[in-house]
C-alpha cells in the first residue's frame, strides 16, 4: 500500500503565503505523475500542479506565476509553495501520485487525506 501524508495548511490573510508539504510512503517502485489537486466547496476538484512522468510541470491558469510546484524525489516528497494567496484560493488540497508498486503491478491512484487552506481576512 502507498500512503501519501500532506502538512502545512492553515489560514492565511489574503496577499499571504504557505508552504504545502506531501511525502509517499509504502510500498513503492516508481512514482510517475504527482502534484497537488483542490476542491473548493460546491466545486468539482481541479488540479493546482503536478510533475508528469513525461518531465513536464502543468499548473492550472488560475495559479501561474503565484504557485510553484517542486520536489525532493530522493524522498518521494513534493512541495506547492503558494504567495500572493487569494480568497478563491480556499479550498482543501489534495496530493495526488500514480505510483507503481513493483515492477509488475499496475498504476495505482494515490490520494492524501487533504489539508485545508483558507484565505480570509
Known amino acids: 500500500q502507498v500512503q501519501l501524508v500532506e502538512s502545512g495548511g492553515g489560514l492565511v490573510q489574503p496577499g499571504g503565503s504557505l508552504r504545502l508539504s506531501c511525502a509517499a510512503s509504502?510500498?513503492?517502485?516508481?512514482?510517475?505523475?504527482m502534484g497537488w489537486y483542490r476542491q473548493a466547496p460546491g466545486k468539482q476538484r481541479e488540479l493546482v500542479a503536478a510533475f508528469t512522468s513525461g518531465g513536464n510541470t502543468n499548473y492550472a491558469d488560475s495559479v501561474k506565476g503565484r504557485f510553484t510546484i517542486s520536489r525532493d524525489s530522493a524522498n518521494n516528497t513534493v512541495y506547492l509553495q503558494m504567495n500572493s494567496l487569494k480568497p478563491e484560493d480556499t479550498a482543501v488540497y489534495y496530493c495526488m501520485a500514480l505510483v507503481r508498486t513493483s515492477a509488475r503491478s499496475n498504476v495505482l491512484n494515490a490520494w492524501g487525506q487533504g489539508t485545508l487552506v483558507t484565505v480570509s481576512s
Open positions: 509504502g510500498t513503492i517502485f516508481s512514482i510517475y505523475d
